[in-house]
């Protein structure tokens, strides 16, 4: 189990720095959409386009990949909506085998569902270099192409999670423990 653990610090590390690293392309965004704004009335104004659909679609895409790559660190820090009616008043333990089995019947195979099923789209989009429709628009491959990468990212910070439960359940693991990265 100490070696399970070890992998499980490893994901956790990796999510943690994914997830913080994630959180800047918030700001971008952001700047990005205010830029979008600002760009267009500023242009009424003066005659002349200060921004583009590439801006636009730059926008859209950034917050794709923050949906992308937040999502293992949002699970890493339990953060995704859940209906806990009953899952509130539940023993640590009790929570620990209601997480693992969902993350071993639920997550993992939708995780590896959605990749079956995405990857041929995503193999003809790279394949014929997908653009956007749109007059000066971005590719589109290879955003598609990051819905391998979060389900993967998911699967790990899954496989993470389900190595944590487990070690709750047998004891090796204090509730204080769970949480990996106290020192990043």
């Known amino acids: 189990m100490e070696?399970?653990?070890?992998?499980?610090?490893?994901?956790?590390?990796?999510?943690?720095?994914?997830?913080?690293?994630?959180?800047?392309?918030?700001?971008?965004m952001v700047i990005l959409g205010v830029w979008n704004v600002v760009g267009r009335y500023l242009g009424r104004i003066s005659g002349?386009?200060?921004?583009?659909?590439?801006?636009?679609?730059?926008q859209w895409y950034i917050f794709d990949l923050v949906f992308f790559l937040g999502a293992g660190y949002a699970l890493k820090h339990n953060e995704h909506v859940r209906?806990?009616?009953?899952?509130?008043?539940?023993?640590?333990?009790?929570?620990?085998?209601?997480?693992?089995?969902?993350?071993?019947?639920?997550?993992?195979?939708?995780c590896i569902l959605v990749i079956i099923f995405s990857w041929d789209t995503i193999l003809a989009s790279w394949q014929i270099r997908e653009a956007s429709s749109d007059p000066g628009g971005l590719p589109r491959y290879p955003i598609k192409a990051m819905i391998i990468v979060a389900f993967i990212l998911l699967i790990f910070q899954g496989i993470s999670q389900a190595i944590k439960n487990l070690a709750i359940l047998q004891g090796r693991l204090e509730p204080q423990e769970e949480n990996h990265d106290a020192g990043l």
Not at 84 to 109: C, E, H
């Open 83 to 110: 209906v806990d009616i009953f899952y509130s008043n539940w023993q640590r333990k009790q929570k620990a085998l209601a997480d693992l089995l969902g993350t071993v019947f639920f997550l993992i195979p939708f």
């Open 3 to 28: 070696k399970l653990l070890k992998i499980s610090k490893i994901i956790d590390t990796c999510t943690e720095r994914i997830g913080r690293l994630t959180s800047w392309l918030v700001l971008i």
């Open 48 to 58: 002349n386009n200060f921004t583009s659909n590439a801006y636009i679609e730059a």
